[in-house]
């Protein structure tokens, strides 16, 4: 996996993958007083939610459960001294389908938490990851 960062102004960079996607990330104000983009920690954070994100609906799908949507909301808490570390992530798993089995939900959420999240498996050397799950049911009115 390779990446490369460019600098473009200020404290703001451009991050193009490996695959050729692009994201402006860093703490350049605009002219409306907002970041042009997440800081490298931001991205950070939404790597390990996006990590998770995907084996739990990949975990679900291939047990055949009828999922038609995942949301994670994280929550996190980093070090007051430098490097700044993460300390705490709350990670809020809302997953929508129709007649999800709960234990099977649980079962995908752990598994990412403690197999396959390489995301999650760097942050957990710093920082507390806590989970916790809602299943929505589609069917219900």
Same mark, same amino acid.
């Given at each position: 996996?390779? &990446?490369?960062?460019?600098?473009?102004?200020?404290?703001? %960079?451009?991050?193009?993958?490996?695959?050729?996607?692009?994201?402006?990330?860093?703490?350049? +104000?605009?002219?409306?007083?907002?970041?042009?983009? $997440?800081?490298?920690?931001?991205? /950070?954070?939404?790597?390990?939610?996006?990590?998770?994100? %995907?084996?739990?609906?990949?975990?679900?799908?291939? !047990?055949?459960? $009828? /999922?038609?949507?995942?949301? /994670?909301?994280?929550?996190?808490?980093? &070090?007051?001294?430098?490097?700044?570390? %993460?300390?705490?992530?709350?990670?809020? %798993?809302? /997953?929508?389908?129709?007649?999800?089995? &709960? =234990?099977?939900?649980?079962? =995908?959420?752990?598994?990412?938490?403690? +197999?396959?999240? !390489?995301?999650? =498996?760097?942050?957990?050397? +710093?920082?507390?990851?806590?989970?916790?799950?809602?299943?929505?049911?589609?069917?219900?009115?």
């Amino acid at each position: 996996m390779k &990446a490369r960062i460019q600098w473009l102004q200020d404290r703001a %960079f451009t991050g193009i993958s490996g695959s050729g996607h692009a994201v402006v990330m860093g703490r350049t +104000t605009g002219p409306e007083g907002r970041s042009i983009g $997440p800081s490298p920690m931001e991205m /950070v954070l939404m790597g390990v939610g996006g990590c998770t994100a %995907f084996d739990v609906i990949h975990i679900l799908e291939k !047990s055949r459960e $009828p /999922v038609e949507g995942c949301v /994670v909301e994280l929550d996190s808490e980093r &070090a007051e001294t430098d490097p700044q570390v %993460f300390t705490r992530v709350h990670m809020r %798993f809302a /997953v929508t389908g129709r007649g999800l089995d &709960a =234990a099977k939900v649980e079962r =995908a959420v752990k598994l990412s938490a403690e +197999t396959y999240c !390489s995301a999650s =498996a760097m942050i957990e050397k +710093t920082a507390e990851i806590t989970h916790e799950i809602e299943i929505i049911d589609s069917t219900a009115p």
